[in-house]
Each structure stands twice: as structure tokens, then as C-alpha cells.
């Protein structure tokens, strides 16, 4: 090995130099380009698992209301009538023998 080689003047030529800073150069924008999408594609997933999230949240808030009204209808043997009442004419359509039941159907539209 000579000399030159050892102290590394060989490598200072201006053409490599440039292929080097070339390759660097190309090298850096990879990886700027895969950072950018990888943020990019994180900041989309936060923001579904974010909606999903408040979905979730509403969701369990409804279920926290209906457990404390059934809770409440359930300590007052009085209110218990008015619950079954509730569930038998809203969540199975029932009434009373004397009344009448109207549902209204939107017009069919074309």
C-alpha cells in the first residue's frame, strides 16, 4: 500500500468528493421522505383512534344514563310499574287495550 493511500489524498479528488456528497445527499432525502410519511401516516391512525375513541366515550356515557335510570326505578318499588311501562312501549311497541298506535311513514321520494 502506498503512502498516499495510507493518508487518505487519494480520496480527497473532487470527482469522488461530489459522487460522495452525491450519495449523501440522496441518502438524506430517503430518509426524509420515509420520516415525513411515517409522521404523516401516524398523524392519520391518531386521528381514527381518536374518533373511535369518542365513539366509545358517548357510547359508555348512554349506557352510564340508562344503568342510573334503571337503577333508580329499580330503589322505588313505585317507579318499578313506570319502568316496566316504558320498556313495554318503547322497546316492544305495546299499549294499552284502549289505545291507538299512529305511525307515521315518510313519503317514498323519487
Known sequence: ?????????VC???KKHRLFRLLVGAALLVVAVF???VLVSDMMQIQKDTETYNKLVNQTNAV??????ITNYLENDANLKEYIEEIAREKLDYANPDERIYYVVPAATE
Not at 500500500?1 to 489524498?9: D, H
Not at 352510564?64 to 335510570?69: I, K, R, T, V
Request: no cysteine.
Open 12 to 14: 480527497n479528488s473532487p
Open 64 to 69: 352510564n344514563e340508562e344503568n342510573a335510570q
Open 35 to 37: 420520516v415525513v410519511y
Open 1 to 9: 500500500m502506498s503512502s498516499k493511500q495510507m493518508s487518505g489524498e
